[in-house]
């Protein structure tokens, strides 16, 4: 007897290091087929082919090909070439992750075809409803059958939006789960990918389009970091949207880099003095390697970094960078905390739930 599919969706690199772990879950468990499903949406090679072979992501995916567009137009192609794969495939449920245009469109497709859905990552709210991926949040977590969730906040975020607690089920971090299965394998990955690369030195990453797509406000970030530069050498792994936006005069102190893959770039996170980042999982992974991180936003939908102490939120004023980044270099955040549930195992517990829900012939969905 065929066992019952999972679809499984990713369409970033962050929905890589989520997924990864949950695949490896299925197949010890045995109770799931998944079938892997990469909807395009990043389609550069640095930014998605390199991260299958650090995950050592076995599954050969479905690719749609869907590539850039408006957030609208993104959405409604994946939709279309997803609807298509459902009626084909015919899964049992539909697994997916994070907050990115794929993980709405698919669970448009799924509510739409009557599939039960879970969402991984569940609960996470910024609280600004111009993030597109707020509304990308908010919209899948109504839609998902089962929530699965990682901290205490997220778990209160559903349940004040009145969300059945029988649906979600806290499991933990699955993008710990990656960090710590692989971190013996990064070790020294970073100087091979960087020559030159020197003691002491603070890492930046933007993407966000409320940083990089008006030319302003992302002149001052710029100047802002090449000014902190003076304090620690910056190290500037430059997302492909943002490159294109980049001015064309050099940036003094900046070292600008290509996208890494995942091991290079931990292994550049764990060793540096301070982060700058608009990313959401590095405030996770940073906190788990005890490394002060400057989030360069006015919100976070990780204020469990907040609550540790590990992440701080520095705003819109570009002129906050270079005293916050000198107060995080003279008081390091030491020993990691420990984060309950983020050991390394939530993908067991994840789907040990899943399998068990897969196999009940009830709905998954209960009545709010």
């Not at 960078?321 to 000198?326: K, R, S, V």
Request: overall charge negative.
């Amino acid at each position: 007897m065929s066992k019952p599919i999972a679809m499984c969706i990713v369409g970033a690199r962050p929905n890589l290091v989520k997924m990864a772990p949950i695949l490896r879950a299925m197949d010890a468990d045995g109770g799931l087929q998944p079938l892997l499903v990469h909807t395009g949406q990043h389609y550069d090679a640095a930014m998605s082919d390199v991260f299958f072979k650090d995950l050592d992501i076995r599954y050969a995916p479905v690719n749609l090909g869907v590539g850039s567009g408006t957030h609208a137009a993104q959405t409604g192609t994946i939709m279309r070439a997803l609807e298509e794969l459902v009626s084909e495939s015919a899964p049992s449920v539909m697994v997916t992750v994070g907050d990115v245009n794929s993980t709405l469109a698919a669970a448009l497709v799924a509510a739409k075809a009557g599939l039960r859905q879970a969402h991984v990552e569940a609960g996470l709210r910024s609280g600004d409803p111009e993030m597109p991926e707020e509304v990308n949040r908010v919209v899948t977590d109504r839609l998902a059958d089962l929530l699965f969730t990682h901290s205490d906040e997220a778990d209160e975020n559903l349940i004040g939006e009145g969300v059945s607690a029988a649906r979600i089920h806290k499991v933990g971090n699955v993008m710990i789960d990656s960090l710590l299965l692989l971190r013996p394998r990064w070790q020294g990955a970073a100087r091979v990918a960087l020559e030159g690369l020197p003691d002491r030195y603070a890492v930046v990453t933007l993407h966000r389009p409320s940083n990089v797509d008006n030319p302003a406000r992302l002149a001052r970030l710029l100047e802002a970091l090449s000014s902190a530069s003076t304090e620690l050498p910056i190290i500037f792994p430059v997302h492909p949207r943002t490159r294109a936006r980049l001015p064309e005069t050099p940036l003094a102190g900046l070292r600008l880099v290509e996208p890494m893959g995942y091991l290079a770039f931990l292994d550049l996170v764990e060793h540096a003095s301070a982060v700058l980042t608009d990313s959401g999982g590095i405030q996770e992974e940073t906190t788990v390697l005890g490394v002060p991180c400057l989030t360069l936003r006015n919100s976070t939908e990780r204020p469990v970094t907040i609550r540790l102490g590990t992440n701080r939120l520095l705003g819109e004023d570009p002129s906050a960078i270079l005293p916050a980044l000198e107060t995080s270099v003279s008081t390091p955040v030491g020993t990691p905390p420990t984060v309950p549930l983020w050991d390394g195992h939530a993908a067991d517990r994840l789907v040990r739930i899943l399998s068990a829900a897969v196999a009940n012939p009830l709905p998954l969905r209960l009545s709010e």
